[in-house]
């Protein structure tokens, strides 16, 4: 096989693997997706090889190994640094729980092997010569740009209920077409989705929304009505997903995945709180929820401070000192990233992001947009407690009080006023601010 989208040394050990199994007298081929990948000139990240030898001889051929699935046939070899999954030809069948065989048996013959896969362009394999054996015409639909099933669609979805979600992701990610048998198959087996775990859903889910066209992937999941019917919540329609799909024209403009899941949130009018709950339902992980709703909390800041100070140029202070303030409490990170959503957001009208349309009508002002608060973040020159010039510990003893929630209070008043540039960051200035404030209280 001659590889050119594979790195120089695994494609050299891929081989190796081949010749091992070559000389015992076994069949070996590539197959899946590394021939997928490198048919259509995409980077080869992994390499599977499939072979008529048996786990056992596998494992004897090898003297560095891992069983790491021999129920089903598979063998991870390791060799020349990388590791390569080789499976024994085999066929499945009774599929009870939608998702995983309660039968394999071990064939003799590749082709069986090949029909057992789930599409076309996943049902190809090569052999060390270079070439292909592709009995459902792999090759042809990848030049066709089709995701299609091997065999009978609806057969394939039923017995792995898995392979409808990443039906679409090979669609969005590959940018190919979902041919219409497959489709209608998808659409009849799509309640089966309820039998998947929330985890492997979420996986599929995530490739699509990070990959590099996920504005077409919502578009497919919008259409297919395939999350509603999953175990995880997913309170939306086909029709509220598709709404939202349509607002996020800009979202593979994002790089950062945690933004592009804002993005989708916000189009689905998501609060904070309720994104929290949603990605948690989903499995994801505690950072990347965080991150989530921490960009979300940013957009209620702002659009709290929108509602609550008059529009006009008298107000205009009062919104940097409200904006700063959020900067504050949630993170520069945080701000930034809504910002960030709020430009590609395609449903974001400028009056919305930046001020209320009805009260700015007929006059001069210009509500702040989001270039004006990306300046405004920029020109503060603390962010953190950290960076304030005195400590809580400087603040209780110059003031010669016990310390108490007081300092925390005194502390993040001072950081506002240092942030807004109307205190400088001086030690001095900042302990005399202090005991006017506590001064002032306590009259």
């Not at 695994?10 to 199994?21: P, R, S």
């Not at 792995?160 to 659409?187: E, Q």
């Not at 039998?195 to 979420?202: D, G, K, Q």
């Not at 689905?268 to 505690?286: K, M, N, V, Y």
Request: glycine share 10%; with cysteine.
């Amino acid at each position: 096989m001659k590889w050119n989208m594979a790195p120089a040394g695994m494609a050299a050990a891929g081989d190796q693997v081949m010749a091992v199994l070559a000389a015992s007298g076994r069949e070996a081929y590539f197959v899946g997706g590394c021939i997928r990948d490198e048919l259509l000139g995409r980077p080869v990240h992994d390499i599977d090889l499939t072979t008529s030898a048996l786990p056992e001889e596998i494992m004897e051929a090898f003297p560095r190994c891992v069983p790491t699935g021999l129920a089903h046939g598979t063998v991870t070899v390791l060799q020349g640094g990388f590791s390569f999954e080789v499976t024994t030809y085999r066929t499945e069948s009774g599929y009870a729980d939608h998702r995983r065989p309660e039968h394999v048996a071990f064939v003799s013959d590749v082709k069986e092997d090949l029909r057992r896969r789930d599409f076309t362009i996943n049902a190809i394999c090569c052999g060390i010569d270079g070439r292909l054996l592709d009995p459902f015409g792999g090759a042809e639909d990848l030049q066709r740009r089709l995701v299609r099933c091997v065999g009978a669609a609806e057969e394939r979805f039923d017995e792995d209920a898995l392979r409808m979600l990443r039906c679409l992701r090979f669609a969005a990610v590959l940018d190919f077409r979902i041919a219409k048998n497959t489709w209608r198959g998808l659409l009849r087996q799509r309640d089966k989705l309820a039998h998947i775990a929330v985890e492997r859903m979420r996986s599929e889910v995530e490739r699509i929304v990070e990959g590099p066209h996920p504005g077409r992937g919502l578009a497919l999941i919008a259409r297919s009505g395939l999350l509603p019917r999953g175990k995880a919540p997913f309170p939306w329609t086909g029709a509220e997903l598709a709404a939202a799909a349509a607002q996020l024209a800009g979202i593979g403009e994002l790089q950062s995945a945690h933004l592009r899941w804002a993005l989708l949130l916000h189009a689905l009018e998501q609060s904070a709180a309720s994104a929290d709950e949603l990605l948690r339902a989903w499995t994801f992980p505690g950072a990347t929820r965080s991150a989530v709703a921490g960009v979300l909390r940013a957009r209620e800041a702002w659009h709290a401070a929108l509602a609550e100070v008059p529009p006009g140029p008298g107000g205009t202070e009062q919104l940097r000192r409200r904006w700063i303030a959020a900067v504050l409490g949630i993170g520069r990170a945080a701000a930034e990233g809504w910002l960030a959503v709020a430009d590609a957001s395609a449903a974001e009208s400028a009056a919305d992001v930046a001020g209320q349309p009805g009260d700015a009508a007929g006059s001069a002002y210009a509500p702040p947009d989001t270039a004006c608060l990306r300046a405004w973040i920029a020109a503060m020159p603390v962010y953190t407690l950290a960076e304030l010039a005195v400590t809580g510990g400087e603040l209780a003893s110059a003031l010669e009080k016990r310390p108490g929630p007081w300092v925390g209070e005194a502390l993040k008043r001072l950081l506002l006023e240092v942030a807004a540039g109307t205190l400088d960051n001086d030690p001095q200035i900042l302990l005399e601010q202090a005991q006017r404030m506590v001064g002032h209280e306590e009259q």
